[in-house]
């Protein structure tokens, strides 16, 4: 098996193998104020070799847990090339991205991964709430134009499973998926005041008081069979929906 070499304190060690790299890692991780330090001098010095040394995400997931934030990307950079092939699911790609604290740097990732990497992790919309857990601001949107909103919005056939990647979201982002799904697409998933519920609580003001427009009153007065099912729906609504959800019935506080 070929070795690769790296030199620390003016002495030459070797390196086989993904386990010996891990190993070397956690060897050199008995002080923080210096292990920083070597850790960042062992990735440079192996620097491209690294793609034949790390090639599974059991090892690769190990050494990031050893190294502090910015030597666990420069590790990922100097692997970008198998990136793709060493990710096989989306709760890997979540836990890569829990490690990389800098927005810049996570968008740098997504677009490694690119559209067919990307479409391989994302399959179901439990996917999609995976990576989005970890993902702010621009690198959600990042993720889903690079993913591909034409393959994200046929995801999804209940109203759970679009609250749950709503809750992820910020407002602006929310409206954007919201306006590639379709709200009549989500308005036809909408059977009973349980899903409407749901639907409304992560919705935006402005995306709640358009699919509301699309019942009638009674249409939505016939979700609820008792004062106290409406009642309890209303205090799961934020005062500013209560309000909006009450105006839309022609009903005052």
């Known amino acids: 098996m070929k070795e690769y070499s790296f030199i620390i304190w003016d002495n030459k060690y070797t390196v086989k193998d993904e386990n010996e ?3 070397i ?5 008995w002080n923080d104020e210096v292990s920083w330090m ?5 990735i440079m010095e192996l620097d491209e070799n690294l793609l034949n040394i790390v090639k599974t995400y059991k090892w690769l997931i190990k050494s990031l847990k050893l190294l502090n934030e910015r030597n666990s990307f420069l590790l990922l950079v100097n692997i970008w090339d198998s990136l793709n092939k060493i990710i096989q699911n989306s709760e890997q790609l979540w836990e890569i991205l829990a490690r990389i604290p800098e927005e810049e740097n996570k968008i740098r990732i997504i677009k490694q991964l690119r559209q067919t990497g ?5 399959l179901e919309p439990r996917d999609l709430s995976n990576v989005l857990e970890w993902l702010y601001g621009q690198s ?5 134009n690079i993913a591909c909103f034409d393959h994200v919005k046929n995801f999804f056939n209940y109203p759970k499973e679009i609250y749950d990647v709503l809750h992820y979201l910020n407002n602006e982002n929310k409206d954007t998926l919201i306006n590639n799904i379709w709200l009549k697409t989500i308005l036809e998933k909408i059977k009973s005041r349980k899903d409407l519920l749901l639907i409304l609580k992560w919705f935006s003001m402005e995306k709640a008081s358009e699919l509301l427009s699309f019942f009638s009153r009674q249409e939505i007065k016939d979700l609820f069979t008792n004062n106290w099912e409406f009642t309890y729906f209303l205090s799961k609504l934020s ?3 209560e309000d909006l959800f009450l105006k839309h019935l022609w009903i005052k506080k």
């Open 38 to 42: 070597t850790h960042w001098n062992v």
């Open 239 to 241: 005062d500013r929906k």
């Open 25 to 29: 890692f956690e060897l050199l991780s």
């Open 140 to 144: 959600e949107i990042e993720l889903l």
């Open 118 to 122: 990307l479409k391989k992790l994302i």
């Open 21 to 23: 790299l891990a190993l």
